[in-house]
């Protein structure tokens, strides 16, 4: 009888790691759509879970059809040694990873390594008025320090530095293109967050500070003409927001959050 139960649990564990062994990288796809409220899936995924590649896509038409939101495909090498709680696994893209990113740590706790990711500008007008009405063209690159990410509750906590680098930003608005190239720094600490806005060149110039604490922001800077463009960004900056002369009589735009 002890035989006759052992051998039976050899053959259902022999069944459990071969099918383990072949879990279909769609399944993931599955669960990366059904956690994030149809808000994002995983396209044409292919592989295993274990190493597999897909694209990252919005929500899907009507049709089924899904959109890429990020150049290339994501592949992914995962350690079976995650059953057990040792999370190891590597990222890679070669059109939107500057390089490989690692994910260490356990089901609830990972260590990202430092990186940079590519993004479309389009995204930024989803984030509403007045990006949604300016329709921002250019080039993002996101950068971070490690990161420390922490499940807590139903919510993540972040700690280290991101950089969004925004390079010969455009806007329908505008004729004149360039607008400028600008800076957003994040500290992150869990659910906070303090942002810093800083212009490094162009003739439109943005600043400012603010705070991110558990999704809502707080942000307060300025948007000016440089030198000699005050005439020809006059339309643009009146639709960012009101007039103000500041100590040295010139007017400025204050931007404000809240």
Excluded: H
């Excluded at 009507?62 to 190891?88: E, Q, Y």
């Excluded at 509403?128 to 300016?134: I, K, S």
């Excluded at 063209?137 to 971070?144: C, Q, T, Y």
């Amino acid at each position: 009888m002890k035989r006759a139960v052992l051998w039976l649990l050899a053959v259902l564990l022999g069944v459990l790691l071969a099918v383990l062994s072949f879990f279909p990288a769609a399944w993931v796809a599955d669960a990366v759509e059904s956690r994030s409220g149809g808000r994002l899936t995983l396209g044409d995924a292919q592989g295993t879970l274990w190493r597999g590649s897909a694209f990252i896509g919005g929500a899907a038409s009507s049709n089924g059809a899904v959109t890429p939101l990020l150049p290339g495909r994501f592949a992914w090498k995962l350690s079976p040694l995650s059953l057990l709680g040792m999370v190891d696994m590597e990222l890679s893209n070669e059109q939107a990873l500057a390089q490989p990113v690692s994910f260490k740590g356990s089901w609830k706790q990972w260590q990202l390594s430092p990186s940079a990711l590519l993004l479309p500008a389009d995204g930024l007008a989803g984030l509403g008025a007045p990006l949604n009405t300016l329709a921002p063209s250019g080039r993002l690159r996101l950068s971070w320090t490690t990161l420390e990410l922490a499940l807590a509750g139903q919510r993540m906590d972040v700690n280290g530095r991101t950089t969004l680098e925004m390079a010969d930003m455009s806007s329908r608005l505008s004729p004149l293109k360039p607008l400028g190239s600008y800076q957003l720094a994040l500290d992150w600490r869990g659910q906070q967050a303090q942002l810093v806005l800083s212009s490094l060149k162009g003739p439109l110039l943005l600043s400012g500070k603010g705070s991110l604490n558990n999704g809502r922001l707080q942000f307060s800077g300025q948007a000016e003409a440089a030198d000699g463009y005050e005439q020809s960004l006059g339309n643009l900056l009146n639709l960012l927001g009101q007039r103000r002369p500041n100590q040295g009589g010139k007017n400025i735009i204050a931007l404000e959050f809240r």
